[in-house]
Each structure stands twice: as C-alpha cells, then as structure tokens.
C-alpha cells in the first residue's frame, strides 16, 4: 500500500513539474515576443539583435 502512495506521489509531482515546464516555456516565449515594446526592461536577446 505505502509503494502504491509513493508511486502516487510521484505521478502527481512529475504531473506538477511538466505543467510548470510549459508554463515557463510559454511565459518566456511571451516575455521574448513583447521584448522592449513593454518597456519592462529585459536586455534585448536573440539573433535580430546581434545583425544589427
């Protein structure tokens, strides 16, 4: 019974951790898309930025 709650527990916090997972990646890609027009002073990054 305690290995079947175990193995629950750890569904549950691989669950959490591949939702957050996602979350970040489309916050950042978010974050990276609004960039300086926000005004809210992330260091510009990326390749249209090191052309010019």
Do not use: I
Request: aromatic share 4%.
């Amino acid at each position: 019974m305690s290995s079947l709650l175990l193995l629950t527990v750890l569904a549950l916090v691989g669950v959490l951790a591949l939702v957050a997972l996602v979350v970040l990646v489309v916050w950042m890609l978010r974050r990276s898309q609004a960039g300086p027009a926000t005004g809210y002073g992330a260091p510009p990054s990326g390749p249209e930025h090191v052309r010019s």
